[in-house]
Structure formats: structure tokens, C-alpha cells
């Protein structure tokens, strides 16, 4: 149907009036795209079944991505593009009077993520697939993701997600696959023959059932699925208030993250923790078990990855279902579940590290706590032998002290892997972070440095540039990443600079027209278009922009000959809606917006845009044109950044701290093709460590911090009165946790050189020619071979002649 436009053109039709039942005359933008939709999925079943039953049959390994996040944003132009048939179904809808490019629009992103942590999962599914890999996702999906963000009187306000209002042209609903969890009640032990027997009665059972979602390969050559669970009431249930039962059922796939600032937001999530992996397990071992006959080879055949500590659940889940279903012992099942199951490690951060507290934990899940419980018993003596008498270090090291279970800690002790995501971030964990364990199981750490799909953030979301890289270098890289560093000869040619330069200014134009449409804004696209856009969050330091922006207003108001070449600034970020600081740090950029964009005196120079909702699809437009990346969070806090590669591919400079993955990127461009600043991560960690750090010095020392300090709580801005104090007590009175004022002048001195290299033009695209060049290395296909390799230990099928 899609071999040539006008077969197309004919099959669109009758799939049409088969869909719809009235003559296309008829046919809305909607109805358009749910026919291309089901046309498309219709044009890879065959393969989609092909690559589940090679899967089913071949002694292949496979792997299973177990994420509490999946951000696919949309699917229909990427899936066109790997399928390699964009450009007859573009020509054939045009004869028809359609556009494609508004049948896109139509779409809804995808509402199963929020992060990087989402897009990375997404990013890494696309690569699996596309390399041939079996590889296959879990999630869960909420009915309403995380929330759509809307900016009053520049708050944010929350509203739900209604993605799936008009359905998901994606998914296939599988009922006759769907699973039992099982939640509450209590744990019956029995000795039989000095056999324990453990059962779990007196549950409340909700129902697990499965939509699949096929992630498609470019070329083809495989399509491989994300199986999401929606909870629902289950038939078994017996409870005296049903209607509680199903609110509380549907609950645990309503809402991605929910407010964990109270006792039952807290429950919920453990909840949301325990249906994804229990769910999935089940899945695992029965399609497993359509081939084998017992599960004592399960690990030379099944790969179980485990993406943050949110899917940790799986490690006793998988014991229980050894233990308790298959009866093994404990050594045998501890053998396959360590040599299963790895982790992926994403944060620094000590709070950001799972804790739940006994609580909770043990009552909603009696038996895996049993599990968890034995586990840590096991691990301790281990200590003990190894440790004697260093009760000190078996404390920090125990997975259930001090009333809660560490997740963190579970991950470690019940993986055969364990990697960070940039080569910093791997030698922070394994040095500090987590040096204890590292000192116990050095084997397991190593380090995966994060990637990108490159076909979504380059070949779909900038097909201008697309076009110049096939016309320069061919088009080879969009199979071989790699190859990308073919641009590195082109790099001081002025013809492909000028239209590189080109290419910018037209993705600019496109750009601008959405800030206009979204905020009433024009923008000057020959500005620096620098751009911000990421979760909101007091490490990131958003602030540490805006408080630059302030002191430039400051300066151009004070200092007529004062010359600043034109600049938007371009931020796009939620919070997470129990995150007070967080929101006030939108509330301030959006004040300042206010005060910038209304100033005649200034707005010719300088002007700043809040986009609202920021999400996959706005990002596709946003990265082509950005000039300058912001990645400014505080060295040694930014496990690796996927954003900064995503602008890199499409030629923006970045700006950033020596943290992350912006430590490869200098390393691999080069000093002169960035611009970095601030505090390293070692001078971070020694001020966290031994102290020596007063911002006040920086307050009373530095005219320019004291007055937009003072700014924030002397009425500069109007109707606000003491909004903003909490930040203002952050940076002085909490002694800036996050190095603000200390990183300040230096980030105002390179914002300087910036301006500066911005105007000689043949240096500033010789530079950004340079990031695209060396980009290739962050495609995720390079980071989900080594991942294949050295820790799945997975191979790709036989490719099909085409």
C-alpha cells in the first residue's frame, strides 16, 4: 500500500471508508490521521509478528527494559520515517489536499513520561529495534501522564493529561494476557518435609492488562513492543466498598508521579512500583515458559534492566516467584536473579535515592518484604565476615536500617550490573557516592555513556539540516551515526557554512512563529536564540540564567553604553506539583519576562519567552534552532544530560558546567568549540565535604549580586510583594546550596565571550559544524551496543534481504 502514491492514494481512501463508513469528502484531520495510523500498523503486523515469533523460537537472548517512564512523544512521523515511505506518503496526501505536516500536529504526545529519564527509554527502544536487537520495553500507562502545564499570571497550573481523549491508534489491547497483582493481606507459612511454603492470602487482586505498542526499526528490519499495564478492577476482588476498590484500582495508572508529600501519595507510588514489575515478571516467565520447561536456565536466556530504582521491586519479585511458585532454594533462585537482573543508575543525588519507609512497605507488600528482609539478613553477614566488627559500615551499607527499605541498595546487591550514565557520573558513584559498595562488588560497576536517538533528533526534527548532511556527506550516517565526522572536512568551507547558516535561520523562523502563536511574543530570529529547556529543578539552576538576565536588564537600564548583541532567552520547564521552590522559580522567570518584554527601552535587546508544556513535540522544534545550550547545573549533580547531545546534533554552542556528559563532549570537540565555566566537580564535592563556602561573602562582595539579590524582595517587582522570598533565603540565609553566586561571575564572564563569538560568523559556524561532526558518538545505537555486549549479552537476528 505503500509502494508508490498512487497505490497509496487508493488504499488511503478505502481504508478511509472502511474505518469511517461516509465518503472522504467528509473526512476531518482527525479521522486522517487514525487512517494513516491504522494503515501503518497494518503495513508492519507481518514483521511484527515475524520478530516476536523469531523471538518466541530462537535461543537467542532477549532483554526486558523495565521503566516507570516511556516519552515517545509522537509516533506517526517517526514511524513513517523508519519506514522509509515519508516522502510517498507526503506527496500522495498533498494530491489528495492534505497535509501531513497537520496530520502530525493532530497527534497527542505520548503521555507515559515526563524526563530525560522517559526519552532516554524511548531513545534506547528505538535503537534496539533499529539494530535488530530483541529488546522490548514495560511501563505503565497513565490515563493521564503527568499533567498538562499551563501558565496563569505566570504560575504554573496543573491540569490533567488527556492524551488518550481520542484514543491511541498505537496500542493493541491484549485481555486474554493480562495478569493478576496482588496487594495487602497476610503471609501463611507452612513446614512440610523442613520445606517452608509461603502463601499469600487474603489480597486485594487488581487486575494487570497489557496494550502493546510496536517500536519499529529503521528499515524494518524489526519490530519489537512496549507493553504498558493499565490496572483495572479485577473480577476476584472482594471488598465491602466497591467503589473505593475501583477508585483505588484505577488510581495506580492514572497519573505518572503522584504527590508524594503525604502518606497516600507516597503509597500510591509504591503501589504504581510493585504493578509494573509484578506485571511484567508475569509476563516474562509465561512467555518464557511457552518454550521451557523450568526456569533454572531463565538468566542464560532473559536479560531483566532495570532503569532507576523505580522498577528495583523486580529483584524480590522474581525471587518470590522462584521461591514461592517454582520452588527452588534460596541459592538457586538468587543465582538466576542476580545473574537476570542489572541496573542503570541515574543520580547523585542522596535524596533522590529511593527510601520507603517499614511502614508502608511491609503491610502493602507482606511477602516481598519477607524477601527484602531475608535479602538484607544474607547481605549483613556477608558484611560481617568480610567487615568483622565494622558495625559502622554494615549500617550505611544494610538495605533496611533505621525504618526503611533503600532501593538503591537493593539494585546493588541484587544486580550482576551496575553502571552510571556518563564517565564522570560513574567515577562519582563509584568513588563517593557509593564507594562502600564499589569497595565490595568493583566488578559490577562500569559505566554507559548515555545517548540519543538520532533518527528522531536529527533526521525527523530538522529535515533541513538533514538535507544538507545527505547532500555534503550522503546519507550513510543515518544507519552509522558515526559517520557524522565526515562533517569535520567541511567544517571551514564557507559554502556549506553559509548554508549551514541558512539552516538555522529558517528552523529559527519556524521557531518564532510558535512563540508568537503561544505567547503573542515576536521574536528578532538574527538574536542569539539561548535556550534552556528541561525539568525544573534547584541543581539544573534555571535560577543562575535568570539572575543573569536580570543583571543584563540592570546593566542596560544604568549604562547606555552598555552593548549586548540582541538575545532571546528560551526556557521551557515543569515542576514536579509538590515542588514549592521549583514553581517559584517559573513564577520568577515569568515576572521578569514581564518586566523585559514591556520594557520599549530594552525589548529590541534582549527579550525572554516562557514556552508552556514542554514536551517531546515542542522539543523537535526548539533544539534545530537554538544557537546557544544552556547545561549549567551544578558540576557533579548531573548524572549525564540527554538535552545537551540533542542540541549538539543540530549545531547549538553549548554553555555548561564540566558535569555530565559535557565532560565527553569537551573532551571530544574540544575546549575552543564550547564554552564552559564554574566550579568543578571536585571543588563541589570539597565544599561539600569540608566545608569553606559563604554566599553572603559573594552578596557583600559583588555589586551586581547584591542588587538583583535585593531585587527579589525590595518590590522591583510589582504586585508580588514577598513571592520570591524563599528563593532570596535560599541563596543567603541556606547558604546557596547549589553554588549560584559562586559560579556567577564566571557565567556572566563567558555569556560575555559568547555575545562576542556570536558576531564573527565563520567562527561561530566552524564551531558549530564541529558539534555536529562529533554528535554521532552520542547516538544511543553506539550506547545500546555496548550495553548489548557487555552487560545483556544479547546479538541481533539475521537481517532479511530487502
Known sequence: MFSNKETFKEAFIKKYETIYGKGFRYSTIRDQYFTLGNMVREHISTKWIETNERNRL??????????????????LGNNLINLEIREVV??????????????????????LGNGGLGRLAACFLDSLASLNLPGHGFGIRYKHGLFDQKIVDGYQVELPEQWLRHGN???????????????????????????LSFRHVETEIVMAVPYDIPIIGYGLHSVNTLRIWSAEVSPH?????????????????????????????KLLRLKQQYFLVSSSLQSIVRSYKLNHSSLRDFHEHISIHINDTHPVLAIPELMRILLDEERMNWDEAWNITTNTISYTNHTTLTEALEKWPIDIFQPLLPRIYMIVEE?????????????????????????????????????????????????????????????????????KFNNK???????????????????????????????????????????ENSIFQEQLYHVKQERKKILARRIKDQTGLVVDTHSIFDVQVKRLHAY??????????????????????????????????????????????IKLINSVADIVNNDSDINDIIKVVFLENYKVSLAEEIFPATDVSEQISTASKEASGTGNMKFMMNGAITIGTLDGANVEMNERIGQENMFTFGLSANEVI????????????YYHHDERIKQIINQLINGFFPHVLDEFEVIYDSLLMQNDHYFVLRDFDSYVCTQEKIGISYQIRDEWLKKSAINIAHSGYFSSDRTIQQYADNVWKITAGLLEKK
Request: aromatic letters at 12%; a negative charge; charged letters at 30%.
Open 58 to 75: 530462537n535461543e537467542n537472548k532477549q532483554v526486558y527494559y523495565l521503566s516507570i517512564e516511556f516519552l515517545l512523544g509522537r509516533l
Open 90 to 111: 507526503d506527496e500522495g496526501l498533498a494530491e489528495l489536499g492534505i497535509s501531513l505536516a497537520e496530520i502530525e500536529e493532530s497527534e497527542a504526545d505520548a503521555g
Open 169 to 195: 491508534v498505537w496500542e493493541v489491547r491484549r485481555p486474554d494476557e493480562a495478569v493478576e497483582v496482588r496487594f495487602w493481606g497476610e503471609v501463611e507459612t507452612t513446614n512440610k518435609n523442613n520445606y
Open 237 to 265: 476482588a472482594v471488598r465491602k466498598n466497591m467503589m473505593d476498590y475501583k477508585s483505588e484500582t484505577e488510581a495506580i495508572s492514572e497519573f505518572l508521579y503522584p504527590d508524594d508529600t503525604h502518606v497516600e501519595g
Open 375 to 443: 535479602i538484607n539478613e544474607r547481605f549483613c553477614r556477608d558484611l560481617w565476615q568480610r567487615y568483622p566488627n565494622d558495625w559502622e559500615r554494615i549500617e550505611r551499607m544494610a538495605i533496611i536500617a533505621h525504618d526503611v527499605v533503600k532501593m538503591a541498595h537493593l539494585a546493588i546487591v541484587g544486580s550482576h550490573s551496575v553502571n552510571g550514565v556518563a564517565k564522570l557520573h560513574s567515577e562519582i558513584l563509584k568513588k563517593r557516592e557509593m564507594k562502600l559498595f564499589h569497595d565490595v562488588f568493583s566488578d
Open 449 to 491: 555513556t548515555n545517548g540519543i536517538a538520532h533518527r528522531r533528533w536529527l533526521l525527523k526534527a530538522n529535515p533541513q539540516l538533514t538535507m544538507l548532511l545527505n547532500e555534503t556527506i550522503g546519507d550513510s550516517w543515518i544507519s552509522a551515526p558515526e559517520k557524522l565526522i565526515e562533517v569535520q572536512k567541511y567544517c
Open 540 to 585: 539544573k539552576r534555571q535560577l543562575l540564567n535568570v539572575l543573569h538576565i536580570m543583571y543584563l536588564y540592570n546593566r542596560l537600564k544604568e549604562d547606555r553604553s552598555f552593548i549586548v548583541f540582541p538575545r532571546t532567552f528560551i526556557f521551557g520547564a515543569k515542576a514536579s506539583p509538590g515542588y514549592f521552590y521549583a514553581k517559584k522559580i
Open 686 to 697: 570539597q565544599y561539600y565535604e569540608h566545608g569553606g563556602y559563604q554566599s553572603t561573602e
